[in-house]
Structure formats: C-alpha cells, structure tokens
T-cell receptor, first 116, second 113 residues
Framework: EPEVTQTPSHQVTQMGQEVILRCVPISNHLYFYWYRQILGQKVEFLVS????????KSEIFDDQFSVERPDGSNFTLKIRSTKLEDSAMYFC??????????????FGPGTRLTVL | KNQVEQSPQSLIILEGKNCTLQ??????????LRWYKQDTGRGPVSLTIMTFSENTKSNGRYTATLDADTKQSSLHITASQLSDSASYICVVSGDTGGFKTIFGAGTRLFVKA
C-alpha cells in the first residue's frame, strides 16, 4: 500500500542552523501539508501546498519557514535559522483531491527535530 | 474562534470493554470531520471521515457519529484490544478557501489486560 515517507526520522541541530526536512508524498496526490507537534501538545497546521504554490499557511509559518517541491516526488520544509522552540515532531501529509469524502489526508511517520 | 474540544483527556479501560470518546467543535463553515489514531511517536492514521450529510461511519470496531446541528461527534470503540492504546484525535476541516484544519488535543486511551 502506498504511503507517505519522511527523512530523516530524527534530526539534531544547533540553534541558528538551517534544516531541511524531506517528504515523499503518495505519488498521485496533489495536495501537500506540513504539520508540527510539540511534545505533549496538539498537532498544529503549518502550511498547505498545491499546484506549486502555498495555498494556506498558519501564523506559525513565518519568514523562517519555506516549502518547496523541487522535483516530481519530494516536498521539503526548510527552517532557515532554527530556534529552541522549533523542537517538535514535523509531519508531512498528502491527499489526492479536494472536497468531501476524498479529503482524507495520509500522514507520514514524522521527523523529530531537536534544536540544541 | 475555530476550536475543537475533546473529552475525556484520558481514559483507562479493561480489554474487551467498549468506550466512547467525545468531540465538540465550533469550526464554521464545516467541511468534514475526521478521527485519527496516533500511536506514540508516530504519524496519525485515519479511522473515519464524515461530511455534513453523514451522521455515522464505521471502520471495523470503530464507529463515529456526527451531529452537525449540535456540532458534536463521538467515536465508539467496541471490544477494545490492547493495541487500541493510543491517542484518538478529532480533526475538523472548514472550507475557508484553503481547507483550514483544526486538530483537537486528543483523548489518550489506555487499554489494560
């Protein structure tokens, strides 16, 4: 069964460093998402991406964050200058189309980011 | 303000017993409501999806209900198993022109032998 994959599973970085989190969505999906979950807290929406552009972003997704679909398979989240509070689990998700019963999002296993 | 509230925060039940988890939301306009199961340290896995016109949806031992008038949903788990121990998250999407998605804080379920 096709699934969303994410790499790395765990990333440790120093404060101020740039990190790139990678996701490979399910191949026929058109809509892509990044979420984060700080330890012990709820999952929070960061950004949605469709047709090679951001369709919606939350207030968390500030100028330090960017997303890109550099080729036909990868979807990346870049954090330019990491802060301690960026430490969280980052989940990528994808779905095939918009609306109704076809709105099921499939989540990847997550990347745990630790900022020291 | 768009919110999703879940209760209880946590629940302990014995293997084989049934349980019901609650979700109240204020997301408007409403597009769909989903229940996810999230094992510790893993990504959420979809259990059910319901749109405005659906008031019940089953997936094996999981049955979700939706009352769009009162903005309430429940997830009923029948004949619980040890592997049901996880967080159960209610997620509501509103059609705000970008499918904003609001996650509840989840109910942590512990199934004991």
């Amino acid at each position: 069964e096709p699934e969303v994959t994410q790499t790395p599973s765990h990333q440790v970085t120093q404060m101020g460093q740039e990190v790139i989190l990678r996701c490979v969505p399910i191949s026929n999906h058109l809509y892509f998402y990044w979420y984060r979950q700080i330890l012990g807290q709820k999952v929070e929406f960061l950004v949605s991406f469709y047709n090679n552009e951001i369709s919606e972003k939350s207030e968390i997704f500030d100028d330090q964050f960017s997303v890109e679909r550099p080729d036909g398979s990868n979807f990346t989240l870049k954090i330019r200058s990491t802060k301690l509070e960026d430490s969280a689990m980052y989940f990528c998700a994808s779905r095939v189309s918009e609306g109704g019963r076809y709105n099921e999002q499939f989540f990847g296993p997550g990347t745990r980011l630790t900022v020291l | 303000k768009n919110q999703v509230e879940q209760s209880p925060q946590s629940l302990i039940i014995l293997e084989g017993k049934n349980c019901t988890l609650q979700c109240n939301y204020t997301v408007s306009p409403f597009s769909n409501l989903r229940w996810y199961k999230q094992d510790t340290g893993r990504g959420p896995v979809s259990l059910t999806i319901m749109t405005f016109s659906e008031n019940t949806k089953s997936n094996g031992r999981y049955t979700a209900t939706l009352d769009a008038d009162t903005k309430q949903s429940s997830l009923h788990i029948t004949a619980s198993q040890l592997s049901d121990s996880a967080s159960y998250i209610c997620v509501v999407s509103g059609d705000t022109g970008g499918f904003k998605t609001i996650f509840g804080a989840g109910t942590r379920l512990f199934v004991k032998a």
